[in-house]
């Protein structure tokens, strides 16, 4: 194991509604749904209709420009709907469980038995492709690409993340074999990022991967601030990223010869009564696992505070999210405002008392307290993005569309969720995560 590296920049929001580790007795949904918009970029392109029946691993739609990266259905049963946004866009297909757990074969084999092409064929006729995700720009991977090393970050940082190691337990043979199929596809290694105080077994005695330990506060668990202390990304270097559940289930694509979408998912958040993991797949839907809530007008997010979707109470878990979080909505007009005391509220300055009380949670709502401003440059964002960059001036740079800038200031480094608590500490409440998307769009336009 290589030495510990420290993140000393950074930020924990200490958030009411962790998930007790243990399982709950929830049932599997009736309703699963993939979702186009959770891939950025995607052209889709419907493979079924209405009525058509799925098994798990059928095709639902694949992408226009690269018809062999496909995306399949998590459960055996009937395609119900195709719910279209603006422009006929895409923007859920619905498919209804048959509870038959019937599933496509795609012939079990030995993962250190076979070349990359046969792997990258597996992955690909599996539809388990749109896991491996490329940095820069965090897009859906390229088959044909050499990646120069894959990473796994082995734990979240976020707040109320879900807990990996207690997820990867009981797990660790098919986590074995999905690390043995990544060191088909790249020459560069496998390296996992693990938490130097809490991680376990699975993931320190796994073979053919290098670990990397990490200390610090979030986001020290992403993989974009992984990359960057262990191997920082240059123009033209392309790396891939994959997350520990996804490598179980591609082990269990190898050993079993199906794809098995199943998840472990933290249920999180101040006002859920009940917090807990549950057993689910991909794209559940979410109604049945927050149906004992704390009244009031709330706000459902598939994944964590910061990166998560706001979704409805009867919404869908996102592809790449192992949390769901329900908060306070907070829209309601706050009494005498910013001049009341506030003993209640997280601030990272010395606006208010919690700068006191280093462990006390809070129960924090959606409400961004204020409109959008000019933006300062005060080193704010700084403060909290453990990388070698600029970030206020790489903003500057993005809502100019200067190119040339975009890249001398580290563009290629970040992605939305590396400069999340950069939208969170904001004083001019800029949308930060939109504009780094727009910045990358621009960059693959250019670049393309």
């Avoid at 046969?118 to 088959?143: C, D, H, T």
């Avoid at 050499?146 to 990473?151: N, R, T, V, Y």
């Avoid at 209640?344 to 307290?369: H, Q, R, T, V």
Wanted: charged share 25%; glycine share 8%.
């Amino acid at each position: 194991m290589s030495d510990v590296i420290k993140i000393k920049k950074g930020l924990d929001i200490r958030l009411q509604g962790k998930a007790e580790k243990v399982f709950g007795t929830a049932e599997l949904p009736e309703l699963f749904a993939i979702k186009p918009g959770d891939f950025p970029g995607l052209v889709p392109k419907l493979a079924v209709k209405p009525g058509d029946k799925v098994k798990a691993g059928s095709v639902l739609f694949f992408d226009k420009y690269r018809t062999d990266v496909k995306f399949v259905s998590p459960v055996s049963g009937e395609v119900q709907v195709v719910n279209r946004g603006e422009r006929r866009r895409i923007l859920e297909v619905v498919v209804k469980s048959d509870n038959q757990n019937e599933a496509e074969g795609f012939g079990a084999v030995d993962p250190k038995q076979v070349s990359k092409q046969e792997a990258l064929e597996k992955i690909l006729a599996s539809g388990m492709w749109p896991f491996f995700r490329q940095r820069p720009y965090n897009v859906v991977a390229n088959p044909a690409d050499s990646p120069k090393a894959i990473f796994i970050s082995a734990f979240d940082s976020s707040p109320l993340a879900p807990d990996y190691d207690f997820i990867v337990t009981g797990q660790e043979k098919e986590f074995q074999a999905g690390i043995d199929v990544l060191n088909k596809l790249t020459q560069g290694g496998v390296h996992i990022g693990i938490n130097n105080e809490t991680a376990s077994k699975a993931f320190v005695s796994v073979n053919g991967a290098t670990t990397h330990s990490f200390l610090g506060p979030h986001p020290a668990g992403n993989v974009g601030v992984q990359i960057h202390h262990v191997s920082p990304i240059n123009k033209g270097d392309i790396y891939w990223t994959i997350q520990p559940q996804e490598v179980i289930s591609l082990g269990k694509l190898f050993l079993a010869g199906v794809y098995d979408a199943s998840r472990i998912i933290a249920l999180t958040g101040s006002e859920l009564k009940t917090r807990n993991y549950v057993k689910t797949k991909v794209g559940a839907n979410i109604a049945a696992y927050v149906s004992n809530v704390e009244e009031g007008k709330l706000r459902y997010i598939s994944g964590n505070v910061l990166t998560g979707d706001k979704i409805s109470k009867d919404g869908y878990l996102g592809s790449y999210h192992s949390q769901i979080t329900v908060i306070p909505e907070g829209d309601e007009s706050e009494f005498m405002g910013w001049a009341a005391p506030r003993f209640g509220k997280f601030s990272i300055s010395k606006s208010y008392f919690s700068w006191l009380c280093a462990k006390k949670e809070y129960k924090l709502d959606a409400n961004l307290n204020g409109g959008p401003r000019a933006i300062i440059v005060s080193g704010q964002y700084d403060k909290v993005l453990p990388m070698d960059i600029l970030p206020e001036h790489l903003i500057k740079a993005i809502l100019t569309e200067d190119i040339d800038k975009m890249e001398q200031l580290g563009i290629y480094e970040v992605v939305e969720e590396d400069m999340a608590l950069c939208e969170f500490v904001c004083t001019s409440k800029l949308e930060i995560q939109s504009i780094l998307r727009k910045g990358i769009d621009t960059m693959i336009a250019e670049m393309s």
